[in-house]
């Protein structure tokens, strides 16, 4: 092969480590040469060596970054440390410093899964907070009803248990449609799924619980007189 070549996609990642493929280098001083490439064969790297050229073999291997995710971080740093300490053939080194850019994407990459550990526990706790608080408001709007009901002679376990079965045929299906409506927010899930039936559980049982603690006073106490 002979003649003038040049590259289809010049601006093409690939040509990254050689840039004199895409075009020669000047000199740096007066005198020196042009850097560029040339296409040859053996019998030319040959030729090269026996007039005095100074003619080394490199491999170079591209990086498909698409391959690698957060689960395989640590063993391709390891991997490549391993490659570049090991002397695969007398003289031949490796050169690269992808593993060093691993270790330090790796520990980034645990520092802000820890701050989303405290901010998701953070955000748990607030809405956690804010539906405990709807519970005993909606409780408070009805503490006339439930009063009624308690003067009627009805204990605070029916109380209790009717506002159980209200609560366990609302509360279980709004967290769960909170969860779908969630899914369609950008990005993956946070690994908090966990924590739906745990959710779906305190908010259920606190309004019974909040029903039962409003009213337990009887009505015919003199606490309980108007």
Same mark, same amino acid.
């Given at each position: 092969?002979?003649? $003038? ?8 990642? +690939? ?19 042009? $850097? /560029?490439?040339?296409? *040859?064969?053996?019998? !030319? %790297? ?21 391959? =690698? ?6 063993? =391709? ?11 695969? #053939?007398? !003289? ?7 593993? *060093?850019? %691993? =270790? ?7 520092? =802000?899964?820890?701050? #989303? ?10 809405? %956690? ?7 005993? $408001? ?7 009803? +439930? *009063? ?15 506002? %159980?079965?209200?609560?366990?045929? #609302? ?11 969630? #899914? +369609? ?10 924590? +739906? ?11 019974? /619980? ?17």
């Amino acid at each position: 092969m002979t003649g $003038v070549f040049q590259p289809v996609r010049p601006a093409d990642p +690939l040509w990254a480590p050689m840039p004199q493929a895409v075009e020669p280098l000047p000199p740096v001083n007066d005198g020196d040469p042009f $850097v /560029a490439v040339a296409v *040859t064969d053996p019998a !030319g %790297l040959a030729a090269a060596g026996r007039s005095g050229l100074p003619v080394t073999h490199s491999w170079r291997y591209r990086f498909d970054h698409h391959r =690698v995710d957060s689960s395989t971080i640590e063993p =391709v740093a390891a991997a490549v440390g391993a490659a570049r300490r090991t002397q695969w #053939l007398p !003289g031949a080194t490796v050169q690269t410093s992808l593993d *060093t850019q %691993l =270790v330090r994407f790796g520990e980034q990459l645990t520092s =802000v899964r820890n701050l #989303l550990a405290v901010v998701q526990a953070g955000l748990l706790a607030s809405l %956690l907070g804010l539906i405990l608080l709807a519970a005993r $408001v909606a409780v408070r709007n009805r503490r006339a009803e +439930l *009063t009624l009901l308690r003067s009627r002679g009805a204990s605070l376990t029916t109380i209790g248990r009717h506002t %159980l079965t209200e609560a366990a045929l #609302l509360q279980p299906a709004a967290v769960t449609a909170g969860a779908l409506l969630a #899914l +369609l927010a950008p990005g993956r899930d946070g690994g908090t799924w966990w924590a +739906l039936p745990l959710i779906a559980a305190v908010t259920t049982a606190a309004v019974p /619980a909040f029903a039962m603690a409003g009213q337990g006073t009887p009505p015919w106490s003199p606490a309980g007189r108007t």
